[in-house]
């Protein structure tokens, strides 16, 4: 079986433009659940405040998807890089040797 791929660029700029890239869409996705969230998350507190404002239900699913998007931040941000580019590069060099 050959190991070798063709089609990873070698050339140092070439490398450095394909992390570049996709450091870029790591943040284009990070932004996107953001905007999602926000979105869904002022819908639904209006169908709350509409519906029952007696009991704020709005906060519970505001808390559960607010703790993905926070752990997304940690992890597009590389705050708490435990499962970080690190990590990842050491998992495709781990694969690669086997």
């Given at each position: ?37 926000a979105l869904v998350m002022l819908l639904l507190t209006a169908i709350?405040l509409f519906f029952s404002p007696d009991y704020l239900w709005v ?40």
């Amino acid at each position: 079986m050959n190991t070798s791929h063709a089609s990873e660029p070698q050339d140092p700029e070439a490398i450095k433009l394909a992390q570049a890239k996709a450091e870029v869409q790591e943040l284009k996705g990070f932004y996107a659940h953001l905007s999602t969230y926000a979105l869904v998350m002022l819908l639904l507190t209006a169908i709350n405040l509409f519906f029952s404002p007696d009991y704020l239900w709005v906060l519970w699913p505001m808390m559960g998807w607010g703790i993905a998007i926070i752990n997304h931040a940690l992890g597009v941000f590389n705050i708490w890089p435990k499962f970080g580019k690190d990590w990842e590069e050491k998992q495709i060099q781990k694969r690669l040797k086997k």
